[in-house]
């Protein structure tokens, strides 16, 4: 439960115990592996559940109502949205001014399931069940260094790398780079592909990073430093109560056209 909320264990016994008090009712039998709800809390989480509903109820019928307006929640990556997505974004305000959007940037996957975004993009085929899932786009990978680094490595200097710090490891690129080159000098190191596709720019060494970051900058060559990963796609996801909702149905559409005119970028560079 404390996991689920991003919180501490002691915050989650602390509040269990004052709606306990408060409702004058064991909730919950206190076992060595956990908690486990008494017969007095399926009843209060059956009643809360119909609660929750007639209020998701509410909302959508106001989200009906016509106009595009209020919030919705898009949870991606950071190299996704810096690199690619939010100066793309201007058509969702111009088409639909009422509405507002949030971006919830982490590096570990937010849960659709409860609640802490309305849509999300995810690298990889998803694992979460119950969601709506559409493969919206592939992105391509090749490893990039700035010109002048590029004329070392010619002249005979060994090349450096730019990679993935040692907590990054749950990154498909990262646990592909330490299998590749391991042994390699590593002369940078960042948990962001921005930050390193900045250090490729700086001289630092080279870097393997998405076409759709890298293949359009001028200031960084293409490399052919043998074997590259495979592609990776990414997956739009969205609860399945909120693919009739107006305002998230239209940005996931805004998404995934905007995915599909951008593929050439994506997958080749430009």
């Known amino acids: 439960m404390a996991r689920a909320l991003r919180v501490n264990h002691a915050t989650v016994a602390r509040h269990v115990a004052s709606l306990e008090r408060t409702l004058s009712q064991a909730l919950f039998e206190r076992r060595a592996d956990g908690y486990i ?11 809360a559940s119909l609660m929750d509903e007639a209020a998701l109820a509410v909302q959508r019928r106001s989200d009906r109502s016509g106009e595009l307006k209020g919030r919705v929640r898009l949870t991606l990556a950071r190299v996704l949205a810096d690199g ?27 849960s659709l399931a409860n609640r802490e975004a309305d849509v999300a993009l995810r690298f990889g085929r998803p694992v979460d069940s119950g969601l709506v899932a559409r493969r919206v786009a592939r992105i391509g990978f090749a490893f990039y260094a700035s010109p002048k680094y590029r004329d070392r490595i010619a002249g005979g200097e060994t090349p450096a790398l730019i990679g993935y710090d040692e907590d990054s490891a749950f990154i498909a690129e ?11 000098r590593f002369s940078f190191r960042s948990n962001s592909q921005v930050s390193q596709a900045a250090a490729a720019r700086a001289g630092f060494g080279v870097a393997l990073l998405p076409r759709y970051l890298a293949g359009s ?12 990963p495979a592609d990776r796609d990414i997956w739009l996801l969205i609860r399945p109560d909120l693919t009739k909702i107006p305002r998230v149905k239209a940005v996931s559409d805004f998404l995934i056209d905007l995915f599909w005119r951008e593929t050439k970028l994506l997958v080749r560079g430009g």
Do not use: C, N, Q
């Not at 709800?37 to 009643?47: K, Q």
């Not at 990262?174 to 390699?184: H, K, V």
């Not at 900058?217 to 590259?228: I, M, P």
């Open 37 to 47: 709800l008494t017969s007095d809390g399926r009843a209060v989480l059956e009643a």
């Open 84 to 110: 690619f997505l939010i100066e793309r974004l201007g058509g969702v305000h111009e088409r639909y001014p009422s509405l507002d959007l949030e971006l919830i940037i982490e590096s570990k996957v937010l």
């Open 174 to 184: 990262a646990t592909w780079m330490a299998r590749r080159f391991g042994d390699a």
């Open 217 to 228: 900058d001028a200031r960084l060559v293409e490399l052919s430093f043998g074997e590259l």
